[in-house]
């Protein structure tokens, strides 16, 4: 039937169809998600910690000492402006605005929304079409895409600290793996597909986490979220991949993707401060709005960066050879 080849001709195939299917059957049947473990955890949101943390080892696993200058330079650079534009934003949205935020688009939904990133997309989007140093930047995305980054922006612009130990919690596995790697670089050869057969899962996970019925409902708000997520991050983003890299730009699109993870932040924020409650389920069908929205146009642009720059390229060695 040739499944996988089909698949894998969709742009970030291997991370979309999955989400898809899980996001139906949360939407329609949920229960069936839950019948009980091992399948509960793995084809529900209960395993996407354990996924994101495997994938983090073989990640490090895969990371060569000798990558590590031009990991920072590159993928360091550009998850450094996404964690800036923010941190920024976010500040910036609660001094103006409040809790309530602006249009019926609370604060809690903006900055859960913009400060996201799905480094999932990106491993799937990577491993078409970028290079060894483009999927290794895979674990520095990962400390900017979880929840506690939009957790503790709100709690800083509240007055509250930063949580560290979710950092370490974040690199710890991938440092696990790099030790591994270099220590025994037949380890390295030995799990050199890992990165690619959990990227499926990893979509499942954050796709029974993606109710389709509350992100309808909310189109219209969820719409101008996403637009303002894009505003916001593709084209400062994109701006510093092609003009201060010089790079293609396929690499800051793919970072721009707003992720299922997401959609746990206003119950979370809610936990730490309960004047965060009355916004969580507006916030929550907003964002996932965006969710979608973004898996949809994050692989299209991505592709069409890539074959823009490259056919660029193809013309003027043409020229040249002429």
């Given at each position: 039937?040739?499944?996988?080849?089909?698949?894998?001709?969709?742009?970030?195939?291997?991370?979309?169809?999955?989400?898809?299917?899980?996001?139906?059957?949360?939407?329609?049947?949920?229960?069936?998600?839950?019948?009980?473990?091992?399948?509960?955890?793995?084809?529900?949101?209960?395993?996407?910690?354990?996924?994101?943390?495997?994938?983090?080892?073989?990640?490090?696993?895969?990371?060569?000492?000798?990558?590590?200058?031009?990991?920072?330079?590159?993928?360091?650079?550009?998850?450094?402006?996404?964690?800036?534009?923010?941190?920024?934003?976010?500040?910036?949205?609660?001094?103006?605005?409040?809790?309530?935020?602006?249009?019926?688009?609370?604060?809690?939904?903006?900055?859960?929304?913009?400060?996201?990133?799905?480094?999932?997309?990106?491993?799937?989007?990577?491993?078409?079409?970028?290079?060894?140093?483009?999927?290794?930047?895979?674990?520095?995305?990962?400390?900017?895409?979880?929840?506690?980054?939009?957790?503790?922006?709100?709690?800083?612009?509240?007055?509250?600290?930063?949580?560290?130990?979710?950092?370490?919690?974040?690199?710890?596995?991938?440092?696990?793996?790099?030790?591994?790697?270099?220590?025994?670089?037949?380890?390295?050869?030995?799990?050199?597909?890992?990165?690619?057969?959990?990227?499926?899962?990893?979509?499942?996970?954050?796709?029974?986490?993606?109710?389709?019925?509350?992100?309808?409902?909310?189109?219209?708000?969820?719409?101008?979220?996403?637009?303002?997520?894009?505003?916001?991050?593709?084209?400062?983003?994109?701006?510093?991949?092609?003009?201060?890299?010089?790079?293609?730009?396929?690499?800051?699109?793919?970072?721009?993707?707003?992720?299922?993870?997401?959609?746990?932040?206003?119950?979370?924020?809610?936990?730490?401060d309960q004047a965060y409650l009355p916004y969580v389920e507006s916030a929550r069908?907003?964002?996932?709005?965006?969710?979608?929205?973004?898996?949809?146009?994050?692989?299209?642009?991505?592709?069409?960066?890539?074959?823009?720059?490259?056919?660029?390229?193809?013309?003027?060695?043409?020229?040249?050879?002429?």
């Amino acid at each position: 039937m040739k499944i996988l080849e089909r698949i894998q001709g969709i742009s970030g195939g291997m991370m979309l169809l999955p989400m898809g299917i899980a996001a139906i059957m949360h939407t329609f049947y949920p229960r069936t998600l839950m019948v009980g473990n091992p399948s509960t955890a793995v084809f529900s949101n209960a395993g996407t910690m354990t996924i994101v943390g495997i994938l983090l080892v073989f990640c490090g696993i895969q990371f060569k000492p000798q990558q590590l200058v031009t990991t920072l330079r590159r993928g360091g650079i550009l998850v450094a402006v996404k964690l800036v534009l923010s941190v920024v934003f976010g500040i910036v949205v609660m001094k103006l605005f409040g809790l309530a935020g602006f249009g019926g688009i609370s604060t809690l939904a903006l900055v859960a929304c913009i400060t996201s990133c799905n480094p999932g997309m990106y491993l799937a989007l990577m491993e078409n079409y970028g290079d060894d140093t483009d999927i290794s930047a895979f674990a520095l995305l990962n400390l900017i895409g979880l929840p506690f980054i939009p957790v503790c922006i709100l709690g800083f612009s509240s007055g509250n600290g930063i949580d560290a130990r979710s950092i370490m919690a974040t690199l710890i596995p991938f440092v696990v793996g790099f030790l591994l790697g270099m220590f025994d670089p037949a380890v390295r050869n030995f799990s050199k597909s890992g990165t690619s057969l959990m990227v499926p899962f990893l979509g499942f996970c954050l796709g029974a986490n993606i109710d389709l019925k509350s992100a309808l409902s909310s189109c219209g708000l969820g719409l101008i979220l996403f637009l303002i997520f894009t505003l916001i991050n593709n084209i400062p983003m994109l701006l510093v991949d092609r003009f201060c890299l010089k790079q293609d730009g396929h690499a800051s699109a793919a970072i721009c993707c707003v992720a299922g993870l997401s959609i746990t932040v206003p119950q979370l924020m809610a936990e730490v401060d309960q004047a965060y409650l009355p916004y969580v389920e507006s916030a929550r069908a907003q964002i996932a709005f965006a969710v979608v929205a973004s898996a949809i146009v994050t692989p299209v642009l991505v592709k069409k960066l890539k074959r823009s720059r490259g056919s660029v390229s193809e013309n003027m060695l043409n020229k040249f050879e002429l």
